[in-house]
């Protein structure tokens, strides 16, 4: 069997540009999609963290539901939820980005909650008495001294979930938006070429991940591996 | 407060979820996730225990093997993964091998080796914590009574290291049932698939979505019942495993 | 114990706040929609040549696609207003909850009016007629649904052949796709004998394969499929946009020029208008 590459050389600026990076009629891009997600489900995390550690049950009990149900059901269910159900809760037709998107950080902030709250739990508590007596209210604690110490503790780990999460963006595809497998998909059909493409973008994905996780063992060369708490990590 | 929008009155009706033949195709469709599930689990297994092994011994060479196995297989997307064993792989094999596979369920083996190759990464990993966390002076109390660098991994390394990372193991092991779920993006008849399939006759996503929901919870928390009892009955005292886990 | 009954209350939660937000009560009509967003969203298939696909410029476009945009041209009229036109995709697993849902106010792909779609969905008057078929490699021994006893047949998740399949021919070996492309890709690489569709989308994975004269279109009609637009229920003003725009378009000829446009000799995929399809589709137009 031989490869025919010509289809690679046809279509590499159609996969890379419209499918990794977003730019192009059909909106969608792998990274378009990933970045937000990062961004959005870190901070959405930190809340179902400090949520599950509360001791106002109203606080404590939905989080905990929440991060349950969300770790007990494969990504591609959420996915179809929130892809079928959003349009009926807010009446509007949301563009196929905003509902991946919502999807996707919905998900994410569950396991990325789990790490910030085993981060969080392993600061000693002795900081934050210490910051109690030096006057600092609960929420300054949190800001200036609890958590950046527990994020430099959990980075491996974080870092190891936001390469989860560029993976998972790949599930993205299933619901037609256009990320990097969609476009293959979409070439595919015309082509039928699926082992040079699907390779192609393997390949792409490897860089992408590789690469993320080099940097982070360089990042925890530089930053001396502080204590690598109990994180769970996600699929 | 949602918006009251749809001039379509969604009409619940839970009883299709029993009726014939969406019931049976609930079950079957769990039948098929427990396959892929328990297949997966034990090519993924077998792969991760050789290739965490291969990772700690001495030899730089075998290390690198590992290395490279390892660091190929998780730095992908399993989706992507999927498309590669299902379409891709066929097309670089020898006529006879593709009517082969046509004949016998080319689907479910290109997911079971989709899932077991992949996870199997993982698992390498969580192994080779595991092995790595055993005090060195197992290793050289075992090679003193004059053990062979194989046995003594086999007969006390790996034995031990099993009983250290129930923890993670657990957690890859409810990974490996949901990404069970992407085997319907090569047309596998499991759980998700059969909620798509129910709501494409019926119209009644709500219902087959909760189904598919449920059955996953349950499934997840009986997997983690059962470890949870292996953990407690083989845990070593002082020993166990918490971090260094699956990675990515 | 309580985590189960956390779950259970959660969940109630959840039902009642879906059933608040799918009351009737105060129910928009899809023109409504259409004005207040300002956005006509067409469910549109990407792999379904000459209805709609992507093309080798990776532009996405069709026949249905045209009908949806002369549709478009009159709600501007009706409402007058611009309002933007946009396209998503819908395959026949997704395409009934698209709309449903809100998310597409109408599927001008290649969607077949059934009696029991029509339970739950309005349609436009019938704008192609076809039938199924097979596809097959060049040489294959099946040659219709007599022959198709034991082989494996790869069919479309949610679509009417599919059904048919499953309920009228149980002997033959169903393998179901989440979509075309995968179908296709499957039966190039032999995982099936034969893909079944209707006949008009067949001829257009023909002429669109790398390889055309490898493949065949195979066996008699096993059942009538009349395409039409699908849309929610109980929308009669939108209805008769709709089907009003398509007996425009029959009347003045519009019609026939995008069918020849992809159907003709020089288009996308040849498929001659039959006689009966042609004074049909005429007869469908009622006088003003």
Same mark, same amino acid.
């Given at each position: 069997?031989?490869?025919?590459?010509?289809?690679?050389?046809?279509?590499?600026?159609?996969?890379?540009?419209?499918?990794?990076?977003?730019?192009?009629?059909?909106?969608?891009?792998?990274?378009?999609?990933?970045?937000?997600?990062?961004?959005?489900?870190?901070?959405?995390?930190?809340?179902?963290?400090?949520?599950?550690?509360?001791?106002?049950?109203?606080?404590?009990?939905?989080?905990?539901?929440?991060?349950?149900?969300?770790?007990?059901?494969?990504?591609?269910?959420?996915?179809?939820?929130?892809?079928?159900?959003?349009?009926?809760?807010?009446?509007?037709?949301?563009?196929?980005?905003?509902?991946?998107?919502?999807?996707?950080?919905?998900?994410?902030?569950?396991?990325?909650?789990?790490?910030?709250?085993?981060?969080?739990?392993?600061?000693?508590?002795?900081?934050?008495?210490?910051?109690?007596?030096?006057?600092?209210?609960?929420?300054?604690?949190?800001?200036?001294?609890?958590?950046?110490?527990?994020?430099?503790?959990?980075?491996?780990?974080?870092?190891?979930?936001?390469?989860?999460?560029?993976?998972?963006?790949?599930?993205?595809?299933?619901?037609?938006?256009?990320?990097?497998?969609?476009?293959?998909?979409?070439?595919?059909?015309?082509?039928?070429?699926?082992?040079?493409?699907?390779?192609?973008?393997?390949?792409?994905?490897?860089?992408?991940?590789?690469?993320?996780?080099?940097?982070?063992?360089?990042?925890?060369?530089?930053?001396?591996?502080?204590?690598?708490?109990?994180?769970?990590?996600?699929? | 407060?949602?918006?009251?929008?749809?001039?379509?009155?969604?009409?619940?009706?839970?009883?299709?979820?029993?009726?014939?033949?969406?019931?049976?195709?609930?079950?079957?469709?769990?039948?098929?996730?427990?396959?892929?599930?328990?297949?997966?689990?034990?090519?993924?297994?077998?792969?991760?225990?050789?290739?965490?092994?291969?990772?700690?011994?001495?030899?730089?060479?075998?290390?690198?093997?590992?290395?490279?196995?390892?660091?190929?297989?998780?730095?992908?997307?399993?989706?992507?993964?999927?498309?590669?064993?299902?379409?891709?792989?066929?097309?670089?094999?020898?006529?006879?091998?593709?009517?082969?596979?046509?004949?016998?369920?080319?689907?479910?083996?290109?997911?079971?080796?989709?899932?077991?190759?992949?996870?199997?990464?993982?698992?390498?990993?969580?192994?080779?914590?595991?092995?790595?966390?055993?005090?060195?002076?197992?290793?050289?109390?075992?090679?003193?009574?004059?053990?062979?660098?194989?046995?003594?991994?086999?007969?006390?390394?790996?034995?031990?290291?099993?009983?250290?990372?129930?923890?993670?193991?657990?957690?890859?092991?409810?990974?490996?049932?949901?990404?069970?779920?992407?085997?319907?993006?090569?047309?596998?008849?499991?759980?998700?698939?059969?909620?798509?399939?129910?709501?494409?006759?019926?119209?009644?996503?709500?219902?087959?979505?909760?189904?598919?929901?449920?059955?996953?919870?349950?499934?997840?928390?009986?997997?983690?019942?059962?470890?949870?009892?292996?953990?407690?009955?083989?845990?070593?005292?002082?020993?166990?495993?918490?971090?260094?886990?699956?990675?990515? | 114990?309580?985590?189960?009954?956390?779950?259970?209350?959660?969940?109630?939660?959840?039902?009642?706040?879906?059933?608040?937000?799918?009351?009737?009560?105060?129910?928009?009509?899809?023109?409504?929609?259409?004005?207040?967003?300002?956005?006509?969203?067409?469910?549109?298939?990407?792999?379904?040549?000459?209805?709609?696909?992507?093309?080798?410029?990776?532009?996405?476009?069709?026949?249905?696609?045209?009908?949806?945009?002369?549709?478009?041209?009159?709600?501007?009229?009706?409402?007058?207003?611009?309002?933007?036109?946009?396209?998503?995709?819908?395959?026949?697993?997704?395409?009934?909850?698209?709309?449903?849902?809100?998310?597409?106010?109408? =599927?001008? /792909?290649?969607? %077949? &009016?059934?009696?029991? $779609?029509?339970?739950?969905?309005?349609? !436009?008057?019938?704008?192609? #007629?076809?039938?199924?078929?097979?596809?097959?490699?060049?040489?294959?021994? =099946?040659? /219709?649904?007599? %022959? &198709?006893?034991?082989? $494996?047949?790869?069919?479309?998740?949610? !679509?009417?052949?599919?059904? #048919?399949?499953?309920?009228?021919?149980?002997?033959?070996?169903?393998?179901?796709?989440?979509?075309?492309?995968?179908?296709?890709?499957?039966?190039?690489?032999?995982?099936?004998?034969?893909?079944?569709?209707?006949?008009?989308?067949?001829?257009?994975?023909?002429?669109?394969?790398?390889?055309?004269?490898?493949?065949?279109?195979?066996?008699?009609?096993?059942?009538?499929?009349?395409?039409?637009?699908?849309?929610?229920?109980?929308?009669?003003?939108?209805?008769?946009?709709?089907?009003?725009?398509?007996?425009?378009?029959?009347?003045?000829?519009?019609?026939?020029?995008?069918?020849?446009?992809?159907?003709?000799?020089?288009?996308?995929?040849?498929?001659?208008?039959?006689?009966?399809?042609?004074?049909?589709?005429?007869?469908?137009?009622?006088?003003?």
């Amino acid at each position: 069997m031989t490869l025919d590459l010509a289809v690679i050389a046809s279509n590499w600026r159609f996969l890379l540009v419209q499918g990794l990076l977003g730019v192009g009629a059909f909106g969608g891009g792998t990274l378009a999609l990933a970045i937000p997600t990062i961004v959005l489900g870190f901070v959405l995390g930190i809340g179902v963290a400090l949520a599950r550690l509360s001791a106002r049950p109203w606080l404590h009990q939905p989080a905990s539901l929440y991060v349950l149900v969300i770790r007990g059901v494969p990504l591609v269910m959420v996915v179809f939820w929130f892809w079928f159900f959003i349009p009926i809760a807010t009446g509007v037709p949301l563009p196929q980005y905003w509902v991946a998107l919502v999807a996707f950080v919905v998900f994410e902030a569950a396991y990325l909650g789990e790490i910030i709250r085993a981060g969080i739990q392993s600061v000693p508590r002795g900081q934050v008495e210490a910051a109690g007596a030096t006057g600092l209210r609960y929420a300054d604690t949190m800001r200036f001294v609890v958590l950046p110490q527990a994020v430099r503790n959990m980075l491996p780990s974080l870092v190891t979930q936001f390469i989860i999460l560029v993976k998972d963006t790949s599930l993205a595809s299933i619901i037609g938006y256009m990320d990097l497998t969609k476009a293959a998909q979409t070439v595919n059909q015309r082509e039928i070429r699926p082992f040079e493409l699907y390779l192609f973008i393997a390949v792409v994905y490897w860089l992408l991940c590789y690469g993320m996780s080099q940097g982070s063992r360089a990042l925890d060369r530089r930053m001396g591996a502080p204590a690598r708490a109990a994180a769970e990590t996600g699929p | 407060m949602p918006r009251p929008f749809l001039a379509l009155a969604y009409q619940f009706q839970w009883s299709i979820l029993w009726t014939s033949p969406y019931g049976g195709w609930l079950l079957q469709g769990i039948l098929t996730t427990l396959k892929l599930t328990v297949l997966g689990w034990v090519l993924a297994a077998a792969l991760g225990a050789v290739f965490g092994a291969v990772r700690t011994v001495p030899s730089r060479f075998l290390r690198g093997v590992g290395g490279v196995y390892v660091e190929i297989f998780r730095n992908v997307p399993l989706l992507v993964w999927m498309f590669l064993w299902y379409f891709g792989v066929p097309q670089i094999l020898p006529a006879a091998a593709q009517e082969w596979l046509n004949r016998h369920n080319g689907e479910l083996i290109a997911a079971v080796a989709a899932l077991g190759v992949y996870h199997g990464a993982r698992l390498a990993e969580v192994v080779r914590a595991g092995i790595q966390s055993i005090p060195s002076t197992q290793l050289e109390a075992a090679l003193s009574t004059g053990l062979t660098l194989t046995q003594a991994y086999r007969l006390v390394l790996v034995p031990i290291a099993l009983r250290l990372i129930v923890p993670p193991l657990t957690n890859e092991s409810l990974n490996l049932l949901k990404n069970s779920s992407l085997a319907l993006t090569i047309s596998v008849a499991e759980t998700t698939f059969m909620t798509r399939q129910i709501e494409s006759y019926t119209a009644k996503g709500f219902e087959a979505l909760t189904a598919g929901t449920l059955i996953y919870l349950g499934l997840c928390l009986g997997v983690s019942a059962v470890m949870a009892r292996i953990e407690h009955r083989v845990a070593i005292p002082g020993l166990i495993v918490r971090g260094g886990g699956a990675e990515h | 114990m309580t985590a189960v009954g956390r779950r259970i209350a959660a969940a109630g939660l959840a039902l009642g706040v879906l059933l608040a937000g799918a009351a009737p009560a105060l129910a928009e009509t899809t023109l409504e929609k259409i004005g207040r967003t300002g956005v006509f969203v067409v469910g549109a298939r990407t792999g379904s040549p000459p209805f709609g696909f992507i093309d080798k410029q990776n532009n996405w476009g069709g026949f249905s696609v045209d009908l949806a945009k002369m549709v478009h041209q009159n709600i501007e009229k009706k409402l007058g207003k611009p309002i933007k036109f946009e396209l998503k995709e819908s395959t026949p697993a997704t395409r009934i909850p698209l709309l449903s849902s809100g998310a597409v106010d109408l =599927i001008a /792909g290649t969607m %077949t &009016i059934t009696r029991a $779609r029509r339970e739950s969905l309005d349609f !436009s008057a019938v704008f192609f #007629v076809t039938g199924a078929q097979f596809l097959v490699k060049k040489g294959s021994p =099946i040659r /219709g649904v007599q %022959t &198709i006893a034991g082989k $494996r047949i790869g069919a479309q998740q949610g !679509s009417t052949n599919e059904k #048919v399949l499953r309920e009228k021919y149980p002997q033959a070996q169903l393998v179901v796709f989440p979509d075309q492309p995968a179908a296709f890709t499957a039966l190039t690489q032999g995982k099936i004998d034969a893909y079944t569709n209707d006949g008009v989308q067949l001829a257009g994975l023909k002429a669109k394969a790398p390889n055309p004269a490898e493949w065949d279109v195979v066996g008699e009609f096993f059942s009538y499929e009349p395409y039409g637009m699908a849309m929610r229920k109980n929308e009669t003003d939108f209805r008769n946009l709709v089907d009003f725009r398509l007996m425009e378009a029959i009347e003045s000829g519009e019609y026939q020029k995008a069918y020849d446009k992809w159907f003709g000799a020089q288009g996308e995929v040849p498929y001659p208008l039959s006689e009966t399809a042609r004074i049909f589709l005429q007869m469908q137009v009622i006088p003003r």
